[in-house]
């Protein structure tokens, strides 16, 4: 069962382009959603965390929302550069330990 | 401050044989985590720590155990490896302050024959 679910699964955009991640998950119980970007083969660096009582979280050209009524959550990216080509993963957490992961979106910025 | 890592970064077992996977995190969180990474599957859990002392099982601990030697280290063994468990291990620490951020290691790629 894909509790949580991100789409689209790979995306080419070109250079500073802005874009929207997009992910959502079965069921509004919730204690925090957790964006992870992942480059390839290496592990994954945490990106931005939202809390439950939270809408939204802002790091640099980053900004990740929270809709829980909705089950949603996005991902916004501005000026996308070739730098960001990565996987992004979103993560769901009912409780205060487990994450549930989505499948990830494969993102590609060209020159 | 190294963060979460693991060792080995690499590793070729055949069918039947055990290992264990090491992971050390020097952040002084009291929950760590062994994930396993899969082809279309995402990251799923296989067990965790949420302190020194206490291990529980995850989505996936099948064929697997594991141990909290202490706060900083916490350890995946597979006692008789199968095919099935050809994936990448993941290690994550998180601290119970912090709304459970999870931090994670650089991974082990194991491949079973």
């Known amino acids: 069962k894909q509790e949580v679910t991100q789409i689209p699964a790979a995306l080419s955009v070109p250079e500073g382009e802005n874009l929207v991640l997009n992910c959502s998950f079965t069921?509004?119980?919730?204690?925090?959603l957790q964006w992870f970007r992942q480059d390839p083969g290496k592990g994954l660096t945490s990106l931005l965390l939202?809390?439950?009582?939270?809408r939204e979280q802002t790091s640099g050209r980053l900004n990740a929302s929270l809709d829980k009524s909705s089950g949603r959550s996005t991902l916004y990216i501005a000026a996308s550069q070739p730098g960001d080509s990565a996987t992004y993963l979103c993560a769901r957490s009912r409780s205060a330990r487990q994450l549930t992961f989505g499948s990830g979106t494969q993102l590609t910025v060209l020159p | 401050n190294a963060g979460v890592t693991q060792t080995p970064k690499f590793q070729v077992l055949k069918t039947g044989q055990s290992m264990t996977l090491q992971c050390a995190q020097d952040m002084n969180h009291n929950s760590m985590y062994w994930y396993r990474q899969d082809p279309g599957m995402g990251l799923r859990l296989i067990y965790y720590s949420a302190s020194e002392g206490t291990t529980d099982k995850g989505e996936v601990p099948n064929g697997y155990n594991v141990s909290r030697l202490n706060k900083r280290e916490f350890s995946l063994r597979l006692e008789s490896a199968a095919p099935s468990q050809t994936s990448v291990y993941f290690c994550?620490?998180?601290?119970?302050?912090?709304?459970?951020?999870?931090?994670f290691g650089p991974g082990t790629r194991l491949t079973v024959l």
């Open positions: 069921d509004s119980a919730i204690y925090n």
């Open positions: 994550a620490s998180s601290s119970a302050g912090a709304y459970n951020e999870q931090f």
């Open positions: 939202i809390q439950s009582s939270q």
